[in-house]
């Protein structure tokens, strides 16, 4: 008996007629949502770009005014940080010779007249010695004239024999004087000798901020410093600042402060001496400004920035957030009013001055009165 085959042509025919209606279906809804597309999206008319009632980036932009401002000038100029003259100290032995002890390390602190080196040398055992001697002549020249006064009151002794003492005494006097000079110059304390070992002393309170000698080594240059001692709690800032500024510069005044090594530190100080004299070559006057610094922070040698407040003036002032960045400069977009195809807006470059309080100069590009899109410009770009 042979099977019976049944037709699949209904079935086929059914699945044809199915994707027939559903693409039908499919071609009524792009056209709708192509219409709904064109109402919502931005579109340009010349240089101004629409957004129509309709789109939902209307309601995510913020409209302000360009206001005019008072706003304060700043007088910059670069600048570094320099210890204060008087309380920095290079410590120079004199003389040659062994660095017995050094009783101070880089770092330490250090108050005046404590001891920072001992030191031995050939030149204090001889000036020691010069002054041993001459301070014993005048000991035998004192006794000399002693004992001639006491026989010439008596008019025991002849005037010459008083006289001659007297002028050995004078000279016995200007040796000893002249010795003593000499061990004096040469920083050593004349009690404190012993032998050709001599204390050097710190002269200020500070710290030791330069270290070059070693303990036990030999120092034979004079006109070096083996340590440097510094109080650097509080430092100067010394600027140059242009000679057109000048007259916006006192002493007293208050200074702003930004330094290259802590860019987010801000810091004040106050202007302790202006310059006499313009620098002939950079047109510029010597500032110092007094800065406090008992954290630390400020190192001499340091570069920085120093302003001034300068006279106040008049100037077109808009949020920064109302900037974007055009092709060749900073761009806002200007409302240019609405209608019933939706609300207008001119891109429009401007060029910008300072910033203060959250708000930017502008000096070109606006005018006072304009509203511009202060927040979902970038929703415009």
């Not at 900073?330 to 060029?351: L, T, W, Y």
Request: net charge positive; aromatic share 4%.
């Amino acid at each position: 008996m042979k099977p019976v085959l049944k037709s699949r042509r209904p079935v086929g025919v059914a699945c044809l007629l199915l994707c027939l209606a559903l693409a039908a279906c499919n071609g009524d809804k792009q056209p709708a949502a192509a219409a709904a597309d064109s109402q919502t999206a931005l579109r340009r008319e010349g240089n101004l770009l629409v957004v129509p009632p309709q789109s939902p980036v209307l309601a995510q932009l913020k409209l302000a005014q360009v206001t005019q401002e008072q706003v304060q000038t700043l007088i910059s100029a670069p600048a570094n940080i320099e210890a204060e003259p008087e309380k920095l100290v290079k410590i120079t032995p004199p003389v040659a010779g062994r660095l017995v002890r050094l009783h101070r390390q880089l770092g330490d602190p250090v108050k005046a007249g404590e001891a920072l080196i001992t030191m031995d040398s050939s030149d204090i055992s001889s000036a020691r010695a010069d002054n041993a001697k001459a301070q014993s002549a005048l000991l035998l020249a004192r006794q000399e004239f002693d004992r001639q006064k006491l026989l010439f009151d008596a008019e025991i002794a002849a005037r010459k024999d008083y006289e001659t003492a007297q002028q050995s005494l004078a000279a016995a006097s200007a040796d000893a004087r002249a010795a003593t000079d000499r061990l004096a110059q040469l920083g050593a304390d004349v009690q404190a000798i012993s032998r050709g070992s001599y204390v050097i002393k710190s002269p200020i309170s500070g710290r030791v901020v330069e270290m070059a000698g070693s303990q036990g080594g030999y120092w034979n240059d004079v006109n070096a410093s083996v340590m440097t001692v510094a109080d650097l709690s509080k430092v100067w800032l010394s600027a140059n600042v242009p000679e057109r500024d000048l007259a916006h510069v006192d002493v007293g005044q208050e200074a702003h402060i930004a330094l290259t090594a802590y860019p987010d530190l801000k810091l004040e100080g106050r202007v302790q001496y202006v310059g006499e004299i313009v620098d002939a070559a950079t047109r510029s006057v010597k500032v110092r400004v007094a800065v406090d610094n008992r954290e630390g922070r400020l190192r001499p040698g340091m570069f920085a920035r120093v302003s001034f407040d300068g006279p106040g003036r008049d100037a077109l002032m808009v949020p920064t957030t109302a900037l974007l960045q055009g092709n060749v400069s900073a761009r806002v977009f200007v409302d240019k009013g609405r209608s019933d195809k939706g609300a207008r807006f001119e891109p429009r470059d401007v060029q910008v001055g300072v910033q203060q309080d959250g708000k930017v100069e502008i000096r070109s590009g606006l005018a006072a009165g304009e509203r511009i899109v202060v927040n979902g410009g970038v929703l415009l770009q």
